[in-house]
């Protein structure tokens, strides 16, 4: 009778189908605005198994003599005790040749908790120790920020809409000749499905620096603005 016991539940639980993972692309061309006219670029990889979430994206509007180029990676999973709370890592590079940013190295690591979570309306917030290393391949200090956000998708049919919203709160020491530099990051969009797989997407990226030196405040905002037309995939993988 205990051979049989266990027998059926080896058999049960080699006969039940392995859930894959799910496989999402999405790319983008069209023209875009930083001191001027010029094109854009967008390709993001998504991939989410169970309560794991991983994304990478890399956006670029490129023109004669200016460039905004960015590239993330995220990777988070939900804690199983707790599953409104996930914890997260996020890398990220960054260009923004308008403002003087020459190349800048981001890593952060937190946690984010979901304000509220539905199919077609989910708001979260984050908490998260950052660092900063611009032009890191010739310069080795680092910035250390903490880093509040909150992340907001709507999807009404074919309209979906996003807002990422970031601050980064400067903790490190300062060296002398240095200020305080705090920033915002502000990231939007709104995409029209037109079909199963193509969209139209009017995006913004907003960047606002805030400068302390004193009893001096200086603050500078930079803008990008985009609209393309692009596809959303579901890939076969199952890795």
């Not at 909150?150 to 000749?177: A, G, R, T, V």
């Amino acid at each position: 009778m205990r051979i049989f016991v266990i027998l059926t539940i080896i058999s049960l639980a080699f006969s039940q189908e392995k859930e894959f993972p799910t496989w999402t692309s999405y790319g983008k061309i069209g023209i875009g605005e930083l001191n001027g006219p010029g094109g854009v670029g967008f390709i993001r990889l998504k991939r989410v198994e169970k309560n794991t979430f991983n994304d990478i994206r890399f956006l670029s509007i490129i023109q004669s003599k200016s460039s905004f180029i960015t590239a993330r990676y995220k990777s988070s999973n939900k804690i199983e005790v707790f599953p409104f709370i996930y914890r997260f890592t996020v890398t990220s590079l960054r260009r923004n040749s308008v403002s003087g940013l020459n190349i800048r190295y981001h890593y952060n690591q937190g946690f984010g908790a979901f304000i509220f979570d539905k199919p077609n309306n989910h708001l979260t917030s984050e908490i998260a120790f950052s660092y900063d290393m611009s032009d890191y391949l010739n310069d080795t200090r680092k910035t250390s920020y903490l880093k509040y956000g909150f992340f907001w998708d709507i999807n009404f049919s074919k309209i979906f809409m996003n807002l990422d919203f970031e601050y980064f709160s400067q903790i490190s020491d300062l060296l002398p000749n240095e200020v305080l530099s705090n920033r915002y990051e502000v990231s939007s969009k709104i995409n029209y499905q037109l079909n199963k797989f193509l969209n139209v997407t009017f995006g913004i990226e907003y960047e606002k620096y805030i400068f302390k030196e004193f009893i001096i405040n200086k603050n500078e905002t930079y803008n990008s603005f985009y609209l393309g037309i692009g596809f959303k995939e579901i890939l076969e993988w199952k890795l």
